[in-house]
């Protein structure tokens, strides 16, 4: 498994922009598919975006395709969330997770979790 560390959460504006990073620690983060989900209070963690191992695929949850960007960089074993146009709605706590092989929109396909960093956008 790889341990994961969150950044870059914060409070901002609406229709304001955020990047997200998560750092992986390990040798063979290059080997997994990566994957951002958010939980907002009281509600179920959701799936955002994922990315294939070598980041020429990414996938997205129809509320923020457009507006989301996911994207990694194997060599400095990070992958990003690049949020733009934030709404009120966006706010929660991101998490990213990893899972060998090909990414999936479900989150207990995951085996490796962040801590999450939070996200809070003012109306």
């Known amino acids: 498994q790889v341990q994961l560390v969150e950044s870059g959460g914060g409070l901002v504006q609406t229709g304001g922009s955020l990047r997200l990073s998560c750092a992986a620690s390990g040798r063979t983060f290059s080997s997994y598919a990566m994957g951002w989900f958010r939980q907002a209070p009281g509600k179920e963690r959701e799936f955002v975006a994922c990315?294939?191992?070598?980041?020429?695929?990414?996938y997205y949850a129809d509320s923020v395709k457009g507006r989301f960007t996911i994207s990694r960089d194997n060599a400095k074993n990070t992958v990003y969330l690049q949020m733009t146009s934030l709404q009120p709605e966006d706010t929660a706590l991101y998490y990213c997770?990893?899972?060998?092989?090909?990414?999936?929109?479900?989150?207990?396909?995951?085996?490796?979790w962040g801590q999450g960093t939070q996200v809070t956008v003012s109306s």
């Open positions: 997770a990893a899972r060998k092989a090909i990414p999936t929109r479900h989150p207990n396909d995951y085996n490796s």
């Open positions: 990315i294939t191992v070598g980041g020429y695929t990414t």
